[in-house]
């Protein structure tokens, strides 16, 4: 699932690119990518995004059946949406160590003592790659 | 302006009444209120759809000439959509002690140096009243 999330990443355009699946049942129920640049939406990035075409698709903004798994730590933002939605499970690629806000540095599952497991670091090397590589180009 | 977005908040229906307004030079150019339920969208709290409504109509996601006027403290999410947005002021009516997040509990500014100044309690004996008569009218 993380390869599909790298895939949607692909497709931020000139935004940073980042995606997003949401999973239920073992089957994907909405795919995301950045796109605050293109839609010039700040709440634009693919978790929210993911997060609302899941919610509009199942009917409800309760998603307690359902993964996530996205290419970069969410930020506070996408956290709280993510516990808010209750999503029971997230998987992440790269750590976020300025503004991530589910593992070590800042974790908002203390501040509701949310029951949403986090596994961090999945497919790393693949995520933080995408990311260098978009950031090496635009210093080029 | 806090009264606009007292009105707002009374908007809400079914949901927390929460509403949200953002001004730039003394004009407001959007206001929304909470409509999680009514959407089925766990990200459509008055901040984040306020913030959308003004960043479409003012084709920019970057929101540094506004200042929101809400009716209760920004939750993670909203805060950091609204530190993202570069909202150069925040005023909130009620202190959301187990959710805040731009106060003492738990203040996001500290994440990224932001600049943006928050005042609180602004109003807050209307704003407090409206949020108990919320949820005495639901145990009732």
New interface residues.
């Given amino acids: 699932m993380m390869k599909f999330a790298l895939e949607e990443a692909l497709k931020s355009g000139d935004d940073i690119p980042v995606g997003a699946v949401v999973v239920k049942d073992g089957e994907i129920v909405a795919s995301a990518h950045n796109e605050?640049?293109l839609t010039?939406?700040?709440?634009a990035h693919a978790e929210?995004v993911a997060?609302?075409k899941a919610?509009?698709k199942l009917?409800?903004?309760r998603l307690a059946e359902c993964e996530l798994y996205v290419t970069l730590e969410p930020?506070?933002?996408?956290?709280?949406?993510i516990l808010?939605?209750r999503i029971k499970t997230v998987y992440f690629g790269s750590y976020d160590r300025?503004?991530g806000?589910l593992s070590e540095k800042?974790d908002?599952r203390t501040?509701?003592n949310s029951s949403t497991k986090v596994y961090g670091g999945i497919m790393e090397k693949e995520c933080d790659k995408l990311l260098s590589d978009y950031f090496k180009k635009l210093r080029s």
């Fill in positions: 605050r640049e010039n939406d700040v709440t929210i997060i609302r919610q509009q009917r409800n903004w930020c506070p933002m996408c956290a709280w949406a808010q939605s300025n503004y806000a800042l908002l501040l509701n």
